[in-house]
C-alpha cells in the first residue's frame, strides 16, 4: 500500500510541476494570462476532487494519490457511488482546461512544450501501472475492467 502511495504521490507531483511549468510559461509571455490561469490552477482542482474524488468509495482510505481524498472530507459531502455524466464533465472538463490552456504559451518555448508532455506522460504512466491497479474503487469509470 505505501509503495502505491509513493508512485501516487510521485504522479501528483509529476502533473503539478508539468501545470507549473505550464503557468510560467504563460506569466513569461502575458502576465495578465498567467494570473488567470493561476486562480483556475487554485479552484479547477477543488472542481475535480468534488467531482469525481469525493465519490470515490474509497476516498478515505485511498491507496493511491492519498492528498484527494483527504482534500474531500473539507469538501460538501457526497454519497459514493456510480458516476454520472456530470461528474465525469466535471472532471475531465477542467482536467482539459488545465492541460490545454497553455499550450500556446508552452510550444513558443518548444523545450517548455515538451519537458510539459514529458512530465504528463510520466504522471500518467505512474497512475496506470500502480496507483490504478491497486484500487479497490470497482465502480471506477477510467479502468472499468480491471476486475
Given amino acids: 500500500m505505501i509503495k502505491n502511495q509513493i508512485h501516487g504521490f510521485i504522479a501528483l507531483m509529476l502533473g503539478v510541476a508539468a501545470i507549473g511549468l505550464g503557468l510560467t510559461a504563460v506569466v513569461i509571455r ?7 490561469y493561476a486562480m483556475s490552477i487554485i479552484l479547477l482542482p477543488l472542481l475535480i ?11 478515505l482510505t485511498c491507496c493511491g ?10 469538501l ?3 454519497k459514493p457511488g456510480k ?4 461528474d465525469l464533465c466535471g472532471t475531465f472538463i ?9 499550450q500556446y504559451w508552452l ?3 518548444r523545450e517548455f512544450g515538451l519537458i510539459f508532455w514529458g512530465l504528463l506522460f510520466l504522471a ?15 465502480i471506477c469509470p477510467v479502468l472499468p475492467n480491471k476486475y
Wanted: hydrophobic content about 40%; proline content about 10%; charged content about 10%.
Fill in 30 to 36: 502575458s502576465p495578465w494570462w498567467g494570473w488567470m
Fill in 124 to 138: 500518467l504512466l505512474q497512475v496506470r501501472l500502480w496507483v490504478c491497479p491497486a484500487c479497490q474503487n470497482r
Fill in 65 to 74: 494519490h492519498v492528498m484527494p481524498g483527504w482534500l474531500t472530507r473539507y
Fill in 76 to 78: 460538501p459531502s457526497r
Fill in 94 to 102: 477542467p482536467m482539459g482546461f488545465l492541460v490545454l490552456f497553455p
Fill in 107 to 109: 510550444w513558443q518555448q
Fill in 49 to 59: 476532487c468534488y467531482s469525481y474524488c469525493a465519490k470515490c468509495v474509497c476516498r
Fill in 83 to 86: 458516476y454520472t455524466a456530470w
